[in-house]
């Protein structure tokens, strides 16, 4: 069972930065897609970055197309988002997500969380202005 841990959240100034941390364990398989998403409080949830593990492909959300950088360290099996010139807009919950399944069949978009089976608890980002 693919168990996700995501840290590193924490409140900080419009502008600065933070780097979350998403550690994966209990799974010997592939992880073909991994990926970050968010949730603000009364929105959707909506997909901030993510990676195409066998193309290493990094898609982004327009959102935060320049500001965050998704990347993996595979010998410690951690996914991390570097966050920088975060604004308010960018509070929310944060989730890390896996896909130990190939959907490049399905057809589906770039940043599509159909390709996720496994999601993380969550841990919060507060930007304040």
């Known amino acids: 069972q693919v168990q996700l841990l995501e840290s590193g959240g924490g409140s900080v100034q419009a502008g600065g930065s933070l780097r979350l941390s998403c550690a994966a364990s209990?799974?010997?398989?592939?992880?073909?897609?991994m990926g970050w998403f968010r949730q603000a409080p009364g929105k959707e949830r909506e997909a901030v970055a993510v990676l195409y593990t066998l193309s290493r492909s990094e898609f982004y959300a327009d959102s935060v197309k320049g500001r965050f950088t998704i990347s993996q360290d595979n010998a410690k099996n951690t996914l991390y988002l570097q966050m920088n010139s975060l604004k308010p807009e960018d509070t929310a919950m944060y989730y890390c997500a896996s896909g130990t399944v190939n959907m490049v069949a399905r057809g589906y978009p770039a940043l599509d969380d159909r390709r996720f089976n496994y999601w993380g608890q969550g841990t919060q980002v507060t930007v304040s202005s």
């Open positions: 209990g799974y010997t398989g592939r992880y073909y897609y």
